[in-house]
């Protein structure tokens, strides 16, 4: 649905971000009720609407693919999901610093990552 919204030439910016907060908020209700493959895809559309909203390495497109990094985990998929956590640590330490609260948090899920993998 956020990307049929963002898909037409005449939605606004503001539009879509509003739209795009509400999804993500939809997909954070869905990872909490363990349907992670649908909060998986929703967070897919909450990304490429944040692409077309912000750039890639505003705070909330790097939350979403935080929470996208996540979803891959939940799916099972660990060395998928480090590898996303990885590039949003990345960003997030030359972005907001390496003592900002988002930074120490992907941190701290690449670690737990690493215990689940060894």
Not at 73 to 93: K, S
Not at 101 to 108: E, G, L, Q, W, Y
């Amino acid at each position: 649905m956020l990307n049929s919204l963002s898909a037409l030439p005449d939605s606004s910016d503001e539009t879509i971000g509003a739209a795009a907060d509400a999804a993500y908020m939809a997909a954070r209700y869905r990872a909490s009720q363990g349907s992670y493959a649908a909060a998986a895809a929703e967070y897919g559309e909450v990304f490429t609407a944040r692409l077309r909203d912000l750039v890639p390495d505003h705070p909330s497109t790097l939350a979403t693919r935080h929470e996208i990094a996540r979803m891959i985990g939940a799916g099972g998929n660990y060395a998928g999901a480090e590898a996303e956590y990885r590039d949003v640590l990345t960003a997030r330490q030359r972005i907001l610093g390496p003592d900002h609260p988002d930074t120490r948090r992907t941190a701290r899920q690449i670690d737990f990552l690493a215990e689940r993998q060894a």
